[in-house]
């Protein structure tokens, strides 16, 4: 038997401008999800929320890309937003960019991070959910897991791993991805994913084709044409027998690196670890979240969760993260703070250039 995780999200409105998911929607949500349960689409399901975005945890027998279960997580997600409407929370139906659904919800708003496996013996499996940042946020963390030895252990000392890995990239602005292998195309990797607003990890496999690692990778600005908040993505990680250790798969978390994302998508930033309850984001509507939530799977079903980052041992990396955070906002509207240009271009920078024009001489 085949099983399915679907890990699909949405912005679909907040409570005190782009700070957390209401109650309420989250309700909505877990409401819609049981009946799928009780009719037999789904196995099993979990809700949750990093920050302003609501994350649906499914799994099933249907296969990646699935029609029913995408109109499912769209069906909820236009719920949700119709429940954020009601009370007029902030950017209701904010990811929900287009309104016809046709099959998939890949290009519509919501983000998109799905895998198909036959279970292990024994089947542990990481969720990471972010916000205030975009899909290539994910780029260093996966590296760092997947091709570091520094990192992970296993590459060295675990036969199974000791071959390494195959990275798929997408060029977001080609629209074309490509395979790269490691540990003997590494330095193309990161010539490639040292641009994460441009390339883009979207998987990661064995080199006997077991799926390790998926991500999503939609970006809104590039769907939308114009800034209609941050993609903040998600992505699924496999571990243990074989596959990085779970504390493998979190170690990188535990040196914050800069982001783009933060205070109107247009500033770097920390990207800070923690637990669920903490992924609320304030500060200059940051710094950027990361949680991660782990679960066993059994016969498809969801046994958990496993708050990750609710760790003492990530209590350093929090602070650096703000220490981090002092240092970018120190910077104001001057960069590396702020985003460079062509990451600016569908803000309000043009129209700046544009009334200025004739001023130039
Ligand atoms: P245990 O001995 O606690 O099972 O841990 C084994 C391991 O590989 C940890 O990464
Ligand atoms: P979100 O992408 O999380 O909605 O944040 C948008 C924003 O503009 C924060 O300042
Ligand atoms: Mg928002
Ligand atoms: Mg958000």
Not at 61 to 88: C, S, Y
Request: with cysteine; hydrophobic share 40%; aromatic share 8%.
């Amino acid at each position: 038997m085949k099983t399915t995780l679907s890990l699909i999200k949405a912005d679909i409105g907040s409570l005190a401008g782009h700070h957390e998911v209401f109650e309420e929607c989250k309700n909505v949500a877990k409401e819609m999800l049981q009946n799928a349960k009780n009719s037999g689409l789904i196995i099993d399901f979990y809700v949750t929320a990093c920050g302003d975005d609501l994350q649906l945890l499914m799994s099933h027998q249907k296969g990646v890309d699935n029609p029913e279960i995408h109109e499912l997580a769209w069906n909820v997600f236009k719920a949700a937003a119709d429940v954020a409407k009601k009370f007029k929370l902030y950017g209701a139906g904010q990811d929900i960019l287009k309104e016809a659904f046709s099959g998939n919800v890949k290009g519509l708003g919501p983000g998109v991070a799905e895998m198909e496996f036959e279970e292990r013996p024994s089947e542990p499996v990481l969720f990471f959910m972010a916000d205030k940042t975009e899909p290539g946020a994910w780029n260093y963390f996966l590296y760092k897991v997947f091709a570091d030895p520094f990192n992970t252990a296993g590459l060295v000392i675990d036969p199974k791993m000791h071959d390494g890995f195959i990275f798929e990239i997408l060029d977001l602005k080609e629209g074309k991805s490509v395979e790269l292998r490691t540990p003997e195309e590494i330095y193309d990797l990161l010539a490639l994913i040292g641009q994460p607003g441009r390339f883009v990890i979207r998987s990661v496999k064995r080199k006997d084709g077991l799926i390790a690692a998926v991500a999503s990778t939609q970006r809104l600005s590039l769907i939308a044409g114009k800034y209609v908040g941050k993609d903040d993505p998600v992505c699924i990680v496999r571990a243990q027998h074989g596959l990085p250790a779970v504390g493998e798969v979190l170690e990188p978390f535990a040196n914050p690196w800069l982001v783009a994302g933060w205070m109107r998508g247009s500033h770097h930033g920390p990207l800070m670890p923690c637990p669920v309850e903490k992924a609320k984001p304030s500060r200059f509507d940051g710094p950027p979240r990361v949680i991660s939530l782990g679960f066993q799977i059994c016969e498809g079903r969801l046994i958990g969760p496993a708050d990750m980052f609710d760790d003492p041992a990530f209590d350093l990396a929090r602070q650096k993260a703000n220490e981090m955070a002092d240092i970018m906002r120190m910077h104001g509207p001057f960069e590396p703070h702020r985003l460079g240009e062509e990451e600016m271009e569908y803000t309000t920078l043009p129209k700046v250039l544009e009334k200025l024009k004739d001023r130039f001489k």
